[in-house]
T-cell receptor, first 116, second 116 residues
Framework: GAVVSQHPSWVICKSGTSVKIECRSL??????MFWYRQFPKQSLMLMAT?????????EQGVEKDKFLINHASLTLSTLTVTSAHPEDSSFYIC????????????FGSGTRLTVV | DQQVKQNSPSLSVQEGRISILNCDYT??????FLWYKKYPAEGPTFLIS?????DKNEDGRFTVFLNKSAKHLSLHIVPSQPGDSAVYFC???????????????FGTGTQLKVEL
């Protein structure tokens, strides 16, 4: 149980285009989801907290107009990278909170974004 | 400002021996700590956690030790197996994970390689 599906697993796009990444909780409802970004050999950096039915909370330094987050249902959150540039190339991972306690966070498999 | 640090980017251990992965933190408000295992192009998977009221937690081959005064924790894996080869991240939270969805701050990871 507690599976989080993230799509696509990898995407290549041209500079200036937008890319949407989906994060779905398959067997549970997730009122809260998190979006992370990981550069090579670096830590997972929290970008934003996505709350169902309300605006996302962005971490300091993350452009909310560039990284649009929509959490329209209890099982789906989307991250749209708008007007992508090569410096946006990274590994994006979502996680969902499903139960209280240590095992409450389940991570998606991640999306490798390459902007050319 | 890296609040959670893993100073060893890599560790190599022989099969059957003990693997010790270390993690240091600077934020004294952290009171819940977790270890995650991550394979390339996949999301992290939960291993073990510890609350600040404890100094040790054990789960099978995995044991986490916490030294609050030194702001240091370590993950022991014994005996180490080739399948343990992965990147290990420690993460910290301000309070024990509850339905409120606390943010996780991740370390930079340690690549563990268990050799035959």
């Amino acid at each position: 149980g507690a599976v989080v599906s993230q799509h696509p697993s990898w995407v290549i796009c041209k500079s200036g285009t937008s890319v949407k990444i989906e994060c779905r909780s398959l067997d549970f409802q997730a009122t809260t989801m998190f979006w992370y970004r990981q550069f090579p050999k670096q830590s997972l950096m929290l970008m934003a907290t996505s709350n169902e039915g309300s605006k996302a909370t962005y971490e300091q330094g993350v452009e909310k107009d560039k990284f649009l987050i929509n959490h329209a249902s209890l099982t789906l959150s989307t991250l749209t990278v708008t007007s992508a540039h090569p410096e946006d190339s990274s590994f994006y991972i979502c996680s969902a909170l499903h139960i209280e306690g240590a095992r409450g966070y389940t991570f998606g498999s991640g999306t490798r974004l390459t902007v050319v | 400002d890296q609040q959670v640090k893993q100073n060893s980017p890599s560790l190599s251990v022989q099969e059957g021996r003990i693997s010790i992965l270390n993690c240091d933190y600077t934020n004294s408000m952290f009171d819940y700590f977790l270890w995650y295992k991550k394979y390339p192009a996949e999301g992290p998977t939960f291993l073990i956690s510890i609350s600040s009221i404890k100094d040790k937690n054990e789960d099978g081959r995995f044991t986490v030790f916490l030294n609050k005064s030194a702001k240091h924790l370590s993950l022991h894996i014994v005996p180490s197996q080739p399948g343990d080869s992965a990147v290990y991240f420690c993460a910290a939270s301000v309070r024990e994970l509850t339905g409120g969805g606390n943010k996780l701050t991740f370390g930079t990871g340690t690549q563990l390689k268990v050799e035959l």
